[in-house]
């Protein structure tokens, strides 16, 4: 074992005009060569700064106060800025999060990756164009010599962070730091990607740090790991050993905030509070004031990192293998045998693509959402589930009315809303409420929390201004803020804390139906956790009825009775949640399934081969016959000609259209007599 | 690119049909209208009655817009009784030395200001960066023919070595073999605009400069230089282009000033003069020719944009 | 309940430090906008307040004191026809201010309300209304105010109203691209989707949220509107005398450079000088703490 970096006692601070942060504070590693270090933590944690100060890039202000970083025999924090130059993009490669703004936008990629070698080696520029081309055809761009010269906004999402990684790679570096390389990538993607970097490796032979918030990409991409807290490692040991039996309340806790462990009749562990401010980081252990099992000598004293091989640094461990107090139990929202509350009938809307010339003629459509019917019955959570561009936030869109379908109907509570003026429907909107992903740009910026409760009940003429101003307080008590907040602005509060506002103005009207359209995919997943076992405990009672969309299917599985998975503007299953997330007959949803990296390597490695493949096809010319076929691995030619229709898989109302399903439907007849009449 | 080229030659073709809108509603907002335009001020009631019959005036408002907007597309702009000469003549004589003056300036602008901003924005918050933005400040405040006549003051009173009077000369070669004559009003044209410009560049650079794509470049092992040239400079001098094209009216307005503080012959004394006798032809056409001018402009400042963006270029 | 009530070190703030406070101790943090605020100041105290202190003949010419250098009955001099340089400047002062900040009122306001309007209905109406703009845009402002100078004899009223005309473009375009922007933002569509009309979302949703530009730009406008009315009195059509404002005294100074009655020249250009850098510094620094703002948010 070859250690190419260590890192020793790492201490990195940010000046800023209100004060020095310290974002990383005594951090040491090292990392072997073919090995590969995973860091993880929640955003804020200083992961990416100890990435960052490796390659010593850190943001203006940034500094390296203390410790060394050792690239095999040489010292980088010592390394003058020259050095550091022949050193980054040769030695040590980094990849970014944001496929893409990382790549410049007036340059081919050709040229960019060129550039790298150009930097570091005495060649010519015919000479550096076919290593580029090389590198490029290595890190899987299809016709890599063809597409040197394109630019770089005519490059999907997966296919641009290949050219960020090929530039990264071009020179053979021995270290390749990975800052949450997948995070902007849809699940499909985001496992190519990182199946990618961990071929490279085995290749190349190169080290690997692996920074994420997403334990899940920790547990199938690293041989080691790093849990990261306000600055400081918590816990380190070899990958299996860490997930087989964590030893740090962290650690532990992030495992059970994780909706893919809970069964979905228990509360999810949501870690209170907000991690300490890095500026003034508390005396003793970080974690202590959102610790479970925090002591006085926790507040007090510091613990150090101890151990040799599974290292962690807290007073009061959890026992090997002592199991952890099961969640508590939620009640069930008891809906199965509810009567329809929104009844979606084949939805279609196409958004008109115009030519760009001088009369705008319109030369196609994009098709949004093609024919998707569905029921969601009271007091259901009905989960939409798909990637980015499948249709689903149409979708949500089209069902609190803030768009107009091209045609298909949409019924609530009896009353068809699709086609009615906005003034017919002002007097039904209170009965629906969308709830936005965004916590920052849901809530206007110049409002205080107080009006902006307010203001649906102003708008619905709901009770005097007094009756309006004990509702706001009451709102505010249910999502758990305190009363204080009235008087303040959005910019005050954190992500989570935002999105509790935006489900207290989502509520305000006492709403029957909540949309809410991937309301935790910006959170952390322990605040996320929270924002989820309130979604529920405000359904139980307020007896809500819940459209939840979202890009990741285990959080779904969680919240949601019913669960429709999307594809490309399609339906293409629908069903009880656990028999289409345990059983699903749709290959679209097996590799879905597949895709999502799962917090335990024993699986994550099982698995590893599975998934979908490709990239999604245009929905401006959508695939003939079934819409996944270029992707799926059991298409037949049937599939190019004939659409396939929605058939039973059970008498519970599990349907999907596939030719090739991965088990025969039930006969037409048998669902027919005893299937429920919703779907 | 070509659905971008094709609105955006449609836009500007509604853009000049409107320019000439507005100059007919200004021909008819003088007292008396065109025929006092045409005659001037000492013509009696009768002369203006048959002027009016004789040019169709008389007829309904979308005829005469119509006749008006035919005579200017075969270049009939209308006649100086003044100079005695048809105002295409004369506008003829006078566009190129404008053309000449704007475009020194411009060029010295940008030759000073690009270089500028990135300066500052390299070496953003210090001394250099403190100092231009306060010359910049002052140059931007200082009427255009204040700073003219401090130049002047400086240059040809205090130590003579500039003339204070540009070339007077009919023909352009001679005013381009004269440049020290020219030193002074491309100058003062000029440093409105560098203050204008060097602010922008150094906001644009420092706008860049904080992008993902740079922080890539810099993990590739890229120098600050190479950072510079090859990757923050194009990027930030695509929005100079539109900036360009949006600044033309002001540049236009400025050189009417610089022309009359140097007695510069060209259009923008010209319109001055005709201002002070009140020779309305030569205002009109003067106005619809620059409007013009500055429409074509700008649609070659997005041409150019498009040219150097490649989202553009290959959308 | 089990929500927790997290994060209640970020709740502790006062709640004083919000609005026209903030913005105001934002803006006093800033030496570059104290700088221009107390220049600001400096002036309007010198031009309204001063001639209660100090008498001086406005009216009356009186050849016999022309064009006096500076001394203790006069300390900035006479011009050419006798008029006391400091006291003219006083008066001067006042005319260029009111016609500079009324122009940029006008116009901000009526820019503001085109440049709503297209922004937020959008489509059709919205390109036929700022092709307008464009075509106003490409008259050189110069050209069309001499015109209409020359068209009728400028009053300070008149003045300001031709100012404004050219001046609105700007606030429209500006205002058309922050209510475009805006109206698709996500808290827009939430007061819609709570069945508010289109009334509330630009009123309580859009202005609010656009008014920091205007501001901005409003003092660039008086700016520029002083560097208008100068323009104009050097290209003669200013208001005429007795009346005077800065322009016209610096522009008349200038005819007598080579006189070098050099206190004919200076006073008045720096006084425009040292106030159009005022109004800059104030926007830039009003601009910084609306940014600031927004970068929190």
Wanted: charged share 15%.
């Amino acid at each position: 074992m070859t250690p190419v970096v260590t890192v020793v006692d790492l201490h990195t601070d940010i000046a800023l005009s209100k004060g020095t942060v310290r974002p990383v504070s005594g951090v040491s590693f090292t990392v072997n060569k073919g090995e590969s270090l995973g860091i993880v933590g929640e955003s804020g944690c200083g992961k990416t700064m100890t990435a960052l100060s490796i390659m010593r890039l850190l943001p203006p202000g940034g500094r390296i106060v203390g410790g060394s970083i050792a690239l095999a025999d040489v010292d980088l924090v010592a390394m003058d800025e020259a050095g550091m130059r022949r050193i980054r993009g040769d030695r040590v490669g980094m990849i970014f999060q944001d496929p893409m703004t990382s790549l410049n936008p007036c340059m081919t990629i050709g040229d960019q990756v060129s550039e790298t070698v150009l930097l570091h080696r005495e060649v010519t520029r015919e000479h550096a164009r076919e290593r580029a081309a090389e590198v490029l055809d290595l890190v899987g761009l299809p016709h890599a010599k063809e597409r040197m010269n394109s630019y770089p906004h005519l490059l999907s999402g997966g296919m641009r962070q290949r050219v960020v990684i090929a530039m990264a790679l071009a020179c053979d570096p021995e270290l390749l730091i990975a800052d949450e390389p997948t995070t902007a990538l849809d699940a499909t993607i985001q496992k190519q990607i990182l199946e990618l970097i961990d071929d490279l490796r085995t290749r190349l032979d190169m080290a690997v740090i692996l920074v994420t918030h997403d334990l899940g990409v920790i547990a199938g991409h690293t041989d080691r790991v790093a849990v990261m807290y306000a600055g400081k490692i918590m816990e380190t040991s070899p990958t299996p050993e860490l997930f087989a039996n964590p030893r740090h309340p962290y650690t532990e806790a992030l495992f059970r905030a994780r909706p893919e462990n809970a069964g979905s009749d228990r509360k999810l562990y949501a870690i209170p509070g907000l991690p300490p401010d890095l500026s003034d980081p508390p005396r003793g252990c970080r974690f202590a004031a959102r610790c479970a099992y925090a002591t006085e000598e926790c507040r007090a004293q510091e613990p150090e990192l101890t151990g040799d091989n599974h290292a962690f640094a807290c007073f009061h461990p959890l026992g090997i293998n002592q199991q952890a107090a099961p969640n508590p139990p939620t009640p069930l929202a008891t809906a199965q045998a509810a009567a329809p509350l929104l009844e979606v009938r084949n939805l279609v809307r196409e958004f008109p693509v115009t030519s760009n010339g001088v009369l705008q003629r319109k030369i196609g459509a994009i098709s949004a959402v093609a024919d998707v019917s569905f029921t969601v019955g009271a007091e259901e959570t009905f989960g939409l589930v798909g990637e980015s561009g499948c249709g689903k936030s149409t979708i949500s869109r089209l069902l609190v009315a803030a768009d107009t379908p091209t045609s298909g109907s949409i019924t609530f509570d009896g009353i068809e809303i699709t086609g009615k003026s906005n003034r017919e429907l002002r007097k039904y909107r209170g009965d629906f409420q969308l709830m936005f992903q965004d916590p920052y740009a849901s809530l206007d910026p110049r409002m205080r929390v107080g009006s902006i409760l307010r203001e649906p009940l102003v708008i619905q003429h709901r009770g005097s201004a007094v009756d309006q101003e004990n509702a706001v307080v009451r709102l505010l008590d249910e999502v758990g803020l305190p009363r204080t907040a009235l008087r303040q602005y959005p910019h005050e509060f954190s992500g989570g804390q935002r999105q509790r506002i935006g489900l207290a103005r989502a509520l305000a009207l006492r709403p029957k139906l909540i949309v809410a359209d991937e309301p935790v995919s910006a959170l952390d997943v322990s605040v996320q956790a929270q924002i989820l076992n309130l979604m529920r405990d405000l359904q139980r009672e307020h007896r809500l009825t819940y459209v939840f969309i979202s890009h990741d299917l285990s959080v779904v599985r969680y919240v949601a009775t019913t669960i429709g998975v999307m594809y490309l503007g399609k339906l293409v299953e629908i069903g009880p949640a656990e028999q289409v997330y345990t059983a699903p007959v749709h290959p679209y949803t097996r590799g879905l399934i597949d895709t999502i990296p799962l917090a335990d390597p024993q699986r994550e490695r099982r698995k590893s081969k599975a998934g979908v493949r490709g990239e999604l096809p245009s929905a401006m010319n959508p695939p003939s016959g079934c819409r996944f076929r270029t992707r799926c691995p059991r298409a037949s030619d049937k599939c190019a000609v004939e659409e396939p229709l929605m058939l039973p898989f059970s008498v519970q109302g599990h349907r999907a259209a596939c030719h090739h399903p991965l088990r025969s439907p039930i006969p037409l007849s048998t669902s027919a007599h005893t299937a429920p009449p919703r779907p | 690119m070509t659905g971008f080229i094709t609105r955006r030659l449609l836009q500007s073709l509604i853009v000049v049909l409107l320019v000439t809108v507005i100059v007919f509603i200004l021909l008819h907002l003088l007292p008396g209208g065109p025929a006092r335009a045409q005659l001037g001020p000492r013509a009696t009631p009768t002369a203006i009655a048959s002027f009016n019959h004789q040019m169709g005036y008389d007829r309904p408002v979308p005829v005469q817009y119509w006749n008006w907007l035919t005579q200017l597309a075969t270049g009939n702009l209308g006649f100086s009784t003044q100079f005695n000469q048809s105002v295409i003549s004369l506008i003829a004589e006078r566009l190129p030395k404008t053309l000449v003056l704007t475009i020194l300036s411009i060029i010295l602008a940008l030759a000073v200001a690009i270089p500028l901003g990135i300066l500052q924005a390299v070496r953003r918050n210090n001394l250099a960066d403190y100092v231009i933005t306060f010359w910049a400040f002052v140059f931007y405040a200082t009427p255009s023919f204040f700073l003219g006549v401090v130049l002047i003051v400086v240059f040809s009173v205090y130590l003579p070595i500039l003339p204070a009077e540009a070339p007077q000369s009919a023909s352009i070669q001679v005013i381009l073999s004269q440049p020290g004559g020219l030193i002074l009003p491309v100058a003062t044209l000029a440093l409105l605009t560098i203050a204008q410009f060097s602010r922008y560049m150094r906001s644009s650079v420092i706008e860049n400069l904080a992008e993902d794509y740079v922080r890539t470049a810099r993990a590739k092992g890229a120098g600050e230089r190479t950072v510079l040239i090859h990757h923050v400079l194009r990027n930030s001098l695509i929005p100079i282009a539109t900036l360009l094209g949006l600044s033309l009216p002001t540049i236009f307005s400025g050189a009417l000033i610089t022309e009359a503080v140097f007695n510069f012959p060209g259009m923008g004394q010209l319109f001055w003069t005709a201002a002070q006798t009140q020779d309305y032809p030569i205002m009109l056409g003067i106005t619809v020719l620059i409007g013009v001018v500055t429409v074509i402009g700008s649609l070659l400042a997005d041409l150019a944009y498009a040219v150097l963006d490649p989202r553009v270029r290959f959308a | 309940m089990t929500a927790i009530p997290a994060g209640d070190a970020t709740l502790q703030h006062s709640p004083k430090t919000h609005g026209f406070t903030r913005t105001m101790s934002a803006v006093l943090t800033n030496k570059l906008a104290v700088v221009g605020l107390g220049i600001i100041v400096a002036f309007i105290l010198f031009c309204y307040a001063g001639p209660l202190i100090y008498h001086t003949d406005q009216i009356h010419i009186e050849l016999s004191r022309a064009a006096l250098p500076p001394s203790a009955a006069h300390p900035l001099g006479t011009n050419e026809v006798g008029y006391d340089q400091l006291g003219r400047l006083m008066v001067g002062g006042q005319t260029s201010l009111e016609v500079g900040i009324a122009a940029a009122l006008l116009a901000t306001v009526f820019g503001t309300v085109w440049g709503a309007i297209a922004g937020y209905t959008g489509s059709f109406i919205d390109s036929a209304m700022m092709r307008v703009v464009d075509a106003l845009l490409a008259v050189p402002a110069l050209f069309l105010l001499l015109f209409l100078a020359s068209i009728a004899r400028p009053t300070a009223w008149l003045l300001i109203l031709v100012i404004a005309l050219v001046s609105w473009l700007g606030p429209a375009r500006l205002v058309r691209g922050a209510a475009l922007s805006l109206r698709t933002r996500d808290f827009v569509t939430s007061a819609r989707l709570m069945g508010g009309g289109p009334w509330r979302a630009v009123f309580r949703h859009i202005a609010p949220n656009a008014i920091g530009i205007v501001v901005v730009n409003a003092t660039f406008q008086v700016a520029d509107a002083i560097l208008v009315l100068a323009a104009l009195s050097f290209l003669g059509l200013g208001i005429p005398p007795p009346a005077a404002n800065w322009g016209d005294m610096l522009s008349s100074g200038i005819s007598y450079t080579y006189a070098g009655y050099w206190w004919l020249i200076y006073p008045p250009g720096l006084a425009i000088v040292c106030v159009v850098i005022a109004f800059n510094f104030l926007g830039d620094a009003l601009r910084d703490s609306f940014d600031v703002r927004l970068q929190k948010r």
